[in-house]
Nanobody
Framework: QVQLVESGGGLVQPGGSLRLSCTASGIIFRLSIMRWYRQAPGKEREWVASIGSTGMTDYADSVKGRFIISRDNDKSTVYLQMNSLKSEDTAVYYC?????????WGQGTQVTVSL
């Protein structure tokens, strides 16, 4: 059974930083494509960042230059370092694992950017 467990969310002031983690189990992590998505209240879920099995990364324009996605295959964990946070980054953040045609989601972690 594949499980994705996210952590690291919380409340942070504008301009601050947070690091999200997502640990996978039950699957060969190193061969998987990992993505972060987010969903703000009243909005559709949107893609934030991706990292492939080779370490190649890609980012949504809204977070480029502020967020960094990385992975540790030994720990089966993907990270999202979020810097210079803005109020519009407030959302539930979800990690997503793709292995071939199979896709799995984590339960989500809340990030709130507010004074």
């Amino acid at each position: 059974q594949v499980q994705l467990v996210e952590s690291g969310g919380g409340l942070v002031q504008p301009g601050g930083s947070l690091r999200l983690s997502c640990t996978a189990s039950g699957i060969i992590f190193r061969l998987s494509i990992m993505r972060w998505y987010r969903q703000a209240p009243g909005k559709e879920r949107e893609w934030v960042a991706s990292i492939g099995s080779t370490g190649m990364t890609d980012y949504a324009d809204s977070v480029k230059g502020r967020f960094i996605i990385s992975r540790d295959n030994d720990k089966s964990t993907v990270y999202l370092q979020m810097n210079s946070l803005k109020s519009e980054d407030t959302a539930v953040y979800y990690c997503n694992l793709q292995a071939s045609s199979l896709v799995f989601w984590g339960q989500g972690t809340q990030v709130t950017v507010s004074l």
